[in-house]
């Protein structure tokens, strides 16, 4: 039945280095807000102390991940329940059994050089030892259960593999998971369950820039009031699940000395400052896998034409244990098929498979084996130039941008992630310019539209590194998840493949505010902490300066029958203060819902955008427009019925809307969406009661500058360090962010021992 799959054994990633292990030990201090400050002689010992603290604090939350990239979430919780990013079961379980096969795990481990094994194996025996602490008094009640289990190196390799695909085949889990032949598929049968999944998948894959959004301000001597570099770091990620930062700082002395932010599983730093510098990262726009249009082969929809030639399809098998509704276990088999660019996904009347045509995606992550190296060297940066240096050389960055600031006042921009080589040539006669370039779809059927390949790259057929976009600067550079065309407008980065940047497009409403905000400090006088720190908290609403004059404008024309039912409506406009505070009144939630309910109106402008002047266009409201009008009085009047079967009053304000309530009680949650300019970011789900529960947005803030001593930072973790209910430090840093408090973090010696909140534990094997 399953002829022509293929079959490999391979000896877990373990084994392969068991002559490497060596007994760790750790000191870990912990401070306000129980963060923890790891100090160890060497990797694995610092790995060791890692896994320790944060299983201490995260124990459920890693446990579930780790169920999840071994594709056991239908074993487990079922086939139809979903995960935390709301992916099905079953397909996010099919996807992580064909991603992280034996094979994958045993090549990327091999690929790892000693200093990241032993961190990694540190961090697992750190983990395990804890798990068997909690254990023995009682799991935390969400994961008290059979699926939590000690872990291995295998499973942070897993968790790494799972992190690199983010933003490439992970995007497509649905579709992955329902591709099948033509002869396979049943078109008088419809699975209600797959539209639904694919249709979350839709609404999920235009959130990802959103939920995994963020900003950054690198500010030069030139500009920052003290003459040195000073960084604002605000990125914008879950704030649960397998992308939550944990906060930490981390020291082998001599060696390594280095605070910030990490995502789960990883046993070194993602964002955050040393002696020398500071840096953060911005999820770019930057395309990190193409898609292929296969040409089937007439006989046989499994089978592709390259080059005129027949080839046939791979084909490997899977197997998922499904939970059945009586309590047993039934294996599950299905094929996932790949053809040389890689597997074959399908989304009915997007990308469909049938008798003539088939998409492949190629997802240039799949091959960085080189990113915790990244990271690492990154950490051990002892200059502006080494880190610069190790970003050209490895490659390891997945897909964000990287801006950066030393103490000597440099102020870095990169674009540099794993790009698939593709020119504008290429692009033009291997793509249908009817697709654009939102989604990049190549011609399968000819190899010479496959990915170049340069000697100069770090891996085969992504771009290298001194052909995309970099800036050094010493009065600003700026990102909010556009292209690289605009991070300084004195110096615009043109020219480059539309898979890296595009320039000549509108911006984002937060990097207009940015710019907007920099250029008036500039003019002002110079940049200080206190502004940086200003441009997250004081919640501006950007884009209410384009639009509310019109919006009040309208208010104050002839309204006719619906005067008096706009009535309450055009008073809360009038009173609200342009903000996303806690204290801003219910005139923010009427403006929310009017500007989004507008962006289906083409032309809603009356200034369209100019690429000239994109730091200002498009604006204004085109109220004077009839087919504006008609739009914007219907928008206004479904506005005051959403308001009103919200159950808000004249009263309400914000903060008794957005709220957190992952801590269990709520927690009233400034800032807002990022469409509308507000910095602060905040993505929402409808919650109890009209509130809205924050789920995505603000995550690890750091502004971090420098003086003769070194590093002299100020940050907040809005989400807390831990993400157990009944911990401490559930909530304390979520309720200083609340306040607008931010917290001096200690990074001394002397700083973090004279903490009121110090306390020490060593641990050893």
């Known amino acids: ?111 790892q050089p000693p200093e990241i094994r032993q961190l990694m194996q540190g961090y697992v025996a750190g983990y395990n030892r804890s798990l068997a602490e909690q254990t023995a008094k009682g799991l935390p009640q969400p994961c008290a259960a059979d699926w939590v289990r000690p872990i291995s190196t295998d499973d942070l390799v897993r968790l790494t593999r799972r992190l690199l695909v983010e933003g490439g085949v992970g995007q497509f889990t649905e579709a992955f998971a329902s591709a099948k032949p ?15 999944a694919l249709q979350l998948a839709a609404a999920r894959n235009e959130r990802f820039a959103l939920e995994r959004g963020s900003n950054a301000v690198a500010v030069g001597r030139d500009l920052s009031a003290n003459g040195r570099g000073m960084l604002l770091a605000n990125p914008h990620f879950p704030w649960g699940g397998g992308m939550r930062f944990y906060q930490m700082h981390l020291t082998i002395p001599g060696k390594l000395d280095v605070m910030g932010a990490a995502l789960p599983g990883l046993p070194l730093i993602n964002i955050g400052f040393n002696r020398h510098l500071a840096w953060s990262h911005t999820v770019d726009t930057s395309k990190h896998f193409t898609l292929h249009r296969l040409q089937l082969d007439p006989k046989d929809s499994t089978r592709y034409l390259l080059d005129g030639k027949s080839v046939a399809m791979d084909k490997q098998q899977v197997s998922v244990e499904v939970k059945q509704p009586d309590g047993t276990l039934k294996a599950v088999p299905r094929i996932i098929y790949s053809s040389k660019f890689g597997p074959v996904v399908q989304w009915p009347g997007k990308l469909d498979w049938d008798e003539k045509f088939a998409f492949s995606l190629r997802d240039a992550n799949l091959k960085n084996d080189r990113v915790l190296q990244q990271w690492y060297a990154m950490d051990k940066a002892d200059s502006l130039k080494a880190f610069q240096d190790s970003v050209h050389r490895i490659q390891g960055i997945p897909w964000v941008n990287t801006l950066a600031v030393d103490a000597k006042g440099q102020a870095l921009y990169m674009n540099i992630s794993v790009v698939p080589n593709v020119d504008a040539v290429k692009l033009a ?17 000819r190899s010479e539209c496959n990915w170049d390949v340069s000697p100069e790259a770090a891996q085969a057929g992504i771009y290298p590194s001194s052909r995309q976009p970099q800036l050094l600067r010493t009065d600003f550079v700026q990102h909010s998840n556009d292209s690289a ?22 911006l984002g409403q937060r990097a207009r505010f940015a710019l907007d905000r920099l250029s008036s400090l500039e003019k002002a006088g110079k940049v200080s902490v206190e502004n940086l720190q200003a441009m997250v908290m004081d919640n501006e609403v950007y884009h209410a300066g384009q639009v509310l004059p019109d919006l009040l404008k309208f208010c104050a024309s002839e309204l006719g029958g619906d005067a008096a039912r706009l ?19 219910i005139g923010f939630m009427y403006f929310q819902r009017i500007v989004t309910s507008m962006q289906a109106v083409a032309s809603r402008w009356r200034v369209i955008f100019d690429p000239q002047n994109p730091a200002h266009t498009p604006s204004g409201l085109a109220i004077e427009y009839p087919e504006v009008a008609t739009a914007l009085r219907a928008d206004m009047l479904a506005a005051v019925d959403e308001v009103a079967k919200a159950g808000l009053s004249a009263d309400s304000t914000w903060g008794d809307v957005q709220v957190s309530s992952i801590s269990g009680k709520p927690i009233p949650i400034h800032g807002g969406p990022a469409g509308l300019g507000i910095y602060n970011a905040m993505q929402t789900v409808a919650g109890k009661d009209g509130k809205r529960e924050v789920v995505s947005g603000t995550s690890y803030l750091q502004v971090v500058t420098f003086d003769e ?41 002397q700083q973090i021992k004279a903490d009121p909140a110090y306390q020490v534990q060593v641990i050893k094997e």
Not at 492 to 505: A, E, M, W
Not at 567 to 585: E, V
Not at 711 to 738: I, V, Y
């Open 485 to 506: 065309w605009m991070v300084n407008p004195a110096a615009p980065l043109k020219d480059f493949s539309p898979l890296i940047s595009q320039d000549g497009q509108p």
């Open 182 to 196: 033509p002869s396979a598929q049943k078109p008088l049968q419809v699975d209600s369950r797959q539209v639904q």
């Open 1 to 111: 039945m399953f002829a022509g799959l293929s079959v490999a054994v391979v000896l877990p990633a373990q084994a392969l280095v068991a002559h490497e292990q060596k007994t760790a030990g750790a000191e870990i201090r912990r401070t306000g807000f129980g963060v923890p400050h790891i100090v160890a002689d060497d990797e694995r010992g610092l790995g060791y102390g890692i896994g320790y603290a944060y299983a201490q604090d995260n124990l459920c939350l890693l446990a579930n991940e780790i169920v999840t990239v071994n594709g056991e979430r239908s074993r487990y919780f079922g086939p139809d329940k979903a995960t935390l990013e709301q992916r099905n079961n079953m397909a996010s379980d099919l996807l992580f059994q064909w991603l992280n096969t034996p094979q994958a795990l045993a090549d990327f481990w091999k690929a």
């Open 567 to 585: 009535a309450p409506l055009c008073t809360a406009l009038k009173a609200w203060d342009g903000r996303a505070d806690l204290n801003s009144g």
């Open 429 to 445: 006669k291997c793509s249908d310019p009817r697709i654009g370039t939102e989604l990049i779809v190549l011609d399968g059927s």
């Open 709 to 749: 001593h070194g590093p002299k930072a100020q940050g907040l973790l809005a989400f807390s360090e831990s993400s157990n209910p009944q911990s401490a430090h559930s909530r304390d840093q979520t309720e200083a962010f609340s306040k607008k408090q931010w917290s001096t973090l200690p990074f001394t010696e």
